[in-house]
């Protein structure tokens, strides 16, 4: 027999295809096609588990046919084998076996004869009427799996297999290795739209399996889907009919060459119109996911809530409901012995949760570090801690998870493992429970794991582990227990302050950073102290909020020696931080500024911290104060001689604030800055010098220093 090649139709010109295809595309999206689709749709109500034969399908056509064409060694490993071994256990095959059968045949016959591929798909679809849309797809392709399946075998093993040579001389198929290059792009374009077909039939198949507990049919982002997957189905079986009439196109062509990419171009159009379906139904798909997991976490924290108001034998239950549920990872960092473990360590503890952002200050952490350890040392406060960073996975990259480390490694409580094992329900909880937004907040568990405070960290700072264990009842007792004094505002802070209280000197407490004020006031307080005969220490407290101009200032007094200071900036920052959990601690237990004097003293010292000037307290023993802003301050010791004389009689404290109060200036402007994440934000703030109310504004804060 001698070589010819087969007369092809005139390959029409791309632009003419592309208008061909545009015009085809379009007629059959509209609403007539939609409605001829819905139309052969009949369902009988039959259940089918689809993804055995999905996973055949996908052994067939992509594992074996795909990888060969993509020039790839196809090699059955042990899983593959233990697939298809459990695979031929499938029963439901035997009931499947003449239907997938039958839509082969119809597939072979209509399209051996070259006629039109909507009327042929249209065929199919009347006759696998009574199934689920998913299961259309899935058995059609099932069938095409079939024929490609049997095509292959006998073209691949015609050079070696007897029986195949004479079935593929019987067909005159054409040897695929002799003329692979030519055959090739038909191969690949066939191989692109299966893949196409493939993904479709995936996400069709996933929309079946979604939870109708979460998502029902008639849910937006699932009714939204369901309107498409009728065509998307009608254009997946479409494709089927097109690759059948690609694989029937090779009968008859063993001696003939194949010199026209036409169809392979066909193809190619047609797997990007079936891969611009997957891309919506994907998107649909992540909706309809997006959905469910709101339903989900929306359940879960539901379930949280009712978790708090329920009573337990122990704090399982609330820890890993918060912290992780599953017993597949150790969830927890040990930060002392760095290995990780799991929540068994906090069973029927006391458990404060640190919950914080990635801005966690080191000054935090050091303090937390020294109340950790001493209640370690002590053990008569036997509570555990436990970091949880709240993080935006948005926002994560690899900057973030140093940070995270980093963090972590300062820390000797325990933290979790990793920020992303916490659920969106825990972390709605947190913030819209517990108030959480940016500044961290301490979370005490009992060993029950009831809640003995939504956030324990004003309480934490002003008394330490003195407020175990860190309940409301415990803090008002504390509170019963103070008065204004000296020692209520350097507590835990600096030794060497407390000592001089008790030795009775005259201490003045000052602050600011106006250091030509700082300079006039020391040297002035110096020389009053000479002059009245009086011993006199002075210690520096800063400034809040502002870490590296403190850093700065204390490199100025460590050279010009103003007067003693704290050499840290933690010091100075954990001065100002008990102040403000002060007045925080006070709202919350509902104190106003008229009827009570700690309050109404914090607020004064924050209102001079707000001033552009310094600030000064003067005391002696545990009660005496006198306080002024910087001006008055520095003016009372500048006209120490008409006040030195009521020392004798009054003493020097008292002699300041008797000067004060009869010479207070005429015009003021104070500010009381308070930072707005903490949540607590009096109403009423009344003036410290004159009572009247303060005027309220919002300020806009971005100090980068």
């Known amino acids: 027999m001698s070589n010819h090649t087969r007369a092809l139709p005139p390959a029409a010109t791309p632009k003419m295809q592309q208008r061909k295809e545009r015009q085809r595309f379009s007629t059959s999206d509209d609403s ?81 004869g070259g006629g039109d591929a909507h009327s042929s798909t249209m065929v199919l679809l009347n006759y696998i009427s009574s199934y689920a849309w998913h299961a259309k797809v899935v058995l059609t392709l099932a069938a095409f799996a079939v024929i490609f399946g049997e095509f292959w075998l006998v073209a691949q093993l015609s050079a070696e297999n007897t029986l195949a040579k004479s079935v593929a001389l019987l067909k005159q198929l054409p040897d695929i290795a002799e003329n692979f290059m030519s055959m090739k792009p038909h191969f690949e374009a066939l191989i692109r739209l299966v893949k196409a077909a493939m993904d479709v039939t995936m996400c069709i198949v996933e929309f079946k399996e979604l939870p109708s507990e979460y998502i029902s049919e008639d849910t937006p982002p699932m009714s939204v889907a369901s309107t498409h997957i009728p065509i998307a189905s009608y254009w997946v079986i479409r494709s089927i009919v097109a690759c059948s009439s690609q694989i029937s196109s090779f009968i008859g062509m063993r001696n003939e060459s194949i010199s026209s990419t036409t169809e392979a171009w066909e193809l190619s159009s047609l797997a990007h119109k079936v891969s611009s379906i997957y891309e919506h139904l994907k998107n649909q798909l992540v909706l309809c996911y997006q959905y469910i997991d709101d339903k989900r976490h929306i359940e879960a924290f539901h379930n949280l809530i009712r978790l708090f108001e329920t009573v337990h034998v122990d704090n399982m239950k609330i820890l890993r409901a918060l912290i992780y549920a599953k017993d597949d990872v150790l969830p927890l960092v040990d930060g002392t012995a760095k290995s990780r473990v799991s929540l068994e360590v906090l069973r029927r503890k006391h458990v404060l949760l640190l919950i914080s952002d990635l801005d966690l200050s080191q000054e935090e952490i050091l303090v937390l570090d020294n109340l950790y350890k001493d209640a370690r040392a002590r053990g008569d406060t036997q509570y555990e801690m436990v970091w949880i960073p709240i993080v935006d996975k948005a926002t994560w990259n690899d900057m973030s998870k140093q940070k ?199 607020m004064t010292v924050l209102s001079f911290d707000g001033s552009d000037r310094g600030w000064a307290i003067f005391c002696r023993g545990a009660t005496e104060m006198a306080r002024a802003k910087g001006d008055s301050a520095l003016r009372c010791l500048q006209d120490f001689d008409k006040w030195k004389g009521r020392i004798e009689e009054d003493g020097v404290v008292h002699a300041i604030n008797d000067y004060l109060n009869k010479n207070k200036p005429p015009h003021h402007c104070n500010r009381l800055i308070l930072p707005g994440s903490t949540g607590g934000i009096p109403q009423k703030v009344v003036c410290a010098e004159c009572g009247r109310q303060m005027e309220k504004y919002f300020m806009y804060r971005c100090c980068v220093e």
Not at 40 to 52: M, N, Q, S, Y
Not at 446 to 462: E, F, K, T, Y
Not at 540 to 565: D, V
């Open 404 to 602: 995270f480390e980093y963090l972590q490694s300062l820390m000797a409580w325990y933290s979790v493992y990793d920020p992303f094992i916490i659920e969106p329900s825990a972390v709605k909880y947190i913030k819209e429970v517990w108030n959480f937004s940016k500044k961290a907040i301490l979370v005490a568990l009992d060993p029950q794991g009831r809640l003995s405070s939504p956030n324990a960290v004003h309480m934490i700072w002003i008394w330490g582990n003195l407020a175990f264990p860190f309940t409301s009842e415990k803090e008002e007792s504390l509170w019963k227990q103070e008065i204004w004094s000296l020692e209520l505002l350097v507590d835990g802070i600096d030794p060497t302050v407390l000592e001089w209280m008790t030795e009775g000197k005259l201490i003045c407490l000052y602050g600011g950073e106006d250091l030509e004020w700082i300079e006039k006031f020391t040297a002035t307080a110096i020389s009053v102290a000479k002059a009245g005969k009086f011993e006199l220490e002075m210690a520096y407290a800063g400034k809040s909020n502002a870490k590296e101009r403190m850093q700065k200032m204390i490199k100025t007094f460590t050279t010009r020696k103003f007067s003693y200071f704290w050499p840290n900036v933690t010091s100075i920052w954990f001065f100002w931080t008990r102040l403000e959990s002060m007045l925080y601690s006070k709202l919350l237990h509902g104190r106003t500024v008229e009827k009570d004097e700690i309050m109404s003293e914090v």
């Open 32 to 112: 007539a096609m939609t409605k001829q689709v819905q139309a052969t749709h009949a369902p009988d109500g039959r259940e089918i588990d689809v993804k055995p034969i999905l996973q055949i399908v996908d052994e067939i056509l992509v594992r074996f046919i795909a990888r060969t064409v993509e020039g790839y060694e196809v090699k059955r490993d042990q899983d593959a084998l233990e697939m298809t071994a459990a695979l031929a256990e499938f029963d439901m095959l035997d009931s499947l076996a003449y239907i997938i059968n039958k839509i082969s045949c119809e597939l072979s016959c209509k399209c051996s």
